[in-house]
T-cell receptor, first 114, second 116 residues
C-alpha cells in the first residue's frame, strides 16, 4: 500500500526566505506526482505536475524535483512571500489507468511572516 | 474556461439522513474523482468515474456511492449519515486520456458537510 509522507508538518519563516518542502513515498512505481496548495477551507490548486519520466518542473518561483528511485520529491519556493502561506500537499498517481486515484500526504502548513 | 464546480457549498444534515452532492467538471474533461478531507485522516480517495463507469473505488463503506452522467457531471450519495461523515468533500476532474497533461487533476472548491 502506497504511503506518502511530508516533512516538515509545519513551517514558519520570515518573508524572503528560500524554502524546501519534502515529500516521500514508499512505492517507487508511481506514474506521476502532483503538488498542490490549499488555502483554509478551500479546494486544491494545482502547482506542478511531474511525470515519472521527468526529473523536475518549474513554474515561476516554484521548482519541484522527482527522484523515483529514492521515493522522494522536493518543492522549492524561492523568495517566499506572505501570499505563499497555505497548506502544501503532494500526491502520487499509482499507474497509467488510475487517472484520478491520488494518494496524498498529510501536507505541510506554511506560514510566511511579513 | 470555467473551473470545476460543486453544489451545494455547505450542507447541514442530521444523523440517519442521506445526502447528494453534485460536481460539474471542466468542459471536455471526462474523468471525475471524489475525495473526503477530514482533519484526522487528511485527503482520502472515494471513487473515480470515467465515461459513466466507476474505474476505481477507495476503502469506504457501501453507504458511499456515486455515478456519472453522459455529460460527465457526477453525483455522490451518502446514505444513513453518521457524525464521522462530517468533512469537506472534494471533486476533481482531469482531461481525456491521451490529451496533453491528461493526468493533471483540477479540484473544485468542495462541499462542506456537517452532520449533527
Amino acid at each position: 500500500k502506497q504511503e506518502v509522507t511530508q516533512i516538515p508538518a509545519a513551517l514558519s519563516v520570515p518573508e524572503g526566505e528560500n524554502l524546501v518542502l519534502n515529500c516521500s513515498f514508499t512505492d517507487s512505481a508511481i506514474y506521476n506526482l502532483q503538488w498542490f496548495r490549499q488555502d483554509p477551507g478551500k479546494g486544491l490548486t494545482s502547482l506542478l505536475l511531474i511525470q515519472s519520466s521527468q526529473r523536475e518542473q518549474t513554474s515561476g518561483r516554484l521548482n519541484a524535483s522527482l527522484d523515483k528511485s529514492s521515493g522522494r520529491s522536493t518543492l522549492y519556493i524561492a523568495a517566499s512571500q506572505p501570499g505563499d502561506s497555505a497548506t502544501y500537499l503532494c500526491a502520487v498517481i499509482p499507474d497509467g489507468t488510475s487517472y484520478g486515484k491520488l494518494t496524498f500526504g498529510q501536507g505541510t502548513i506554511l506560514t510566511v511572516h511579513p | 474556461k470555467a473551473g470545476v464546480t460543486q453544489t451545494p457549498r455547505y450542507l447541514i444534515k442530521t444523523r440517519g439522513q442521506q445526502v447528494t452532492l453534485s460536481c460539474s467538471p471542466i468542459s471536455g474533461h471526462r474523468s471525475v474523482s471524489w475525495y473526503q478531507q477530514t482533519p484526522g485522516q487528511g485527503l482520502q480517495f472515494l471513487f473515480e468515474y470515467f465515461s459513466e463507469t466507476q474505474r476505481n473505488k477507495g476503502n469506504f463503506p457501501g453507504r458511499f456511492s456515486g455515478r456519472q452522467f453522459s455529460n460527465s457531471r457526477s453525483e455522490m450519495n451518502v446514505s444513513t449519515l453518521e457524525l464521522g461523515d462530517s468533512a469537506l468533500y472534494l471533486c476533481a476532474s482531469s482531461p481525456r486520456p491521451g490529451a496533453l497533461r491528461s493526468y493533471e487533476q483540477y479540484f473544485g472548491p468542495g462541499t462542506r458537510l456537517t452532520v449533527t
